[in-house]
T-cell receptor
Framework: ETGVTQTPRHLVMGMTNKKSLKCEQH?????MYWYKQSAKKPLELMFV???????ENNSVPSRFSPECPNSSHLFLHLHTLQPEDSALYLC??????????????FGPGTRLTVL | AQKITQTQPGMFVQEKEAVTLDCTYD???????LFWYKQPSSGEMIFLIY??????QNATEGRYSLNFQKARKSANLVISASQLGDSAMYFC????????????FGTGTSLTVIP
């Protein structure tokens, strides 16, 4: 049983649609992360939130907009996406103490297809 | 330069045999952590094992062990007594003290266990 849940698990959207991905963690962690996983490429870190403040934004296009209303919830708002944005989007959480031992725990991911 | 290198895109192993998945890393930070994750076809990244750079002994977790060779900058995952459920993608990752929240992932190795 995972302590990190993501909804929806699958999403198909057109380039003009607006949708949101949701992530919830039940582990009492303070940090949450969004990753993009495309075929044949390493995981790409998109955003990091620590104690509900965004601490990292790895040059992600503005068509991706994160929101972290509290330490348990993380959203990724999507608008006017491109077909190359089709990927698996993974959410993760960690205790967020910044130590090398800070293990990230992942959700099951949302498989996004942009038509 | 790649921070994490996994040179085996695909591996096959007979059920009940042991298999080693290779991982080399690149860092000048004296304090770092190394992680292995398993990703079944369902998509979720499952944390398997952690090795700290200052740990004197190789990490073990059940059937998983990490062959840590610091001078060679390698952190190979050994899976003993392979099971059909071990078929999945395996990712090596690293976290450095100096880069805080950044996790560096390799491109993964696809493991297939043959009955």
């Amino acid at each position: 049983e995972t302590g990190v849940t993501q909804t929806p698990r699958h999403l198909v959207m057109g380039m003009t649609n607006k949708k949101s991905l949701k992530c919830e963690q039940h582990l009492g962690h303070n940090a949450m992360y969004w990753y993009k996983q495309s075929a044949k490429k390493p995981l790409e870190l998109m955003f990091v939130y620590s104690l509900e403040e965004r601490v990292e934004n790895n040059s992600v296009p503005s068509r991706f907009s994160p929101e972290c209303p509290n330490s348990s919830h993380l959203f990724l708002h999507l608008h006017t996406l491109q077909p190359e944005d089709s990927a698996l989007y993974l959410c993760a959480s960690s205790q967020g103490r910044g130590r090398v031992t800070d293990t990230q725990y992942f959700g099951p991911g949302t498989r996004l297809t942009v038509l | 330069a790649q921070k994490i290198t996994q040179t085996q895109p695909g591996m096959f192993v007979q059920e009940k045999e042991a298999v080693t998945l290779d991982c080399t890393y690149d860092t000048s930070d004296p304090s770092y952590g190394l992680f292995w994750y398993k990703q079944p076809s369902s998509g979720e990244m499952i944390f398997l094992i952690y090795q700290g750079s200052y740990d004197q002994q190789n990490a073990t977790e059940g059937r998983y062990s990490l062959n840590f060779q610091k001078a060679r900058k390698s952190a190979n995952l050994v899976i003993s007594a392979s099971q059909l459920g071990d078929s999945a993608m395996y990712f090596c990752a690293m976290r450095e003290t100096n880069t805080g929240n950044q996790f560096y992932f390799g491109t993964g190795t696809s493991l297939t266990v043959i009955p």
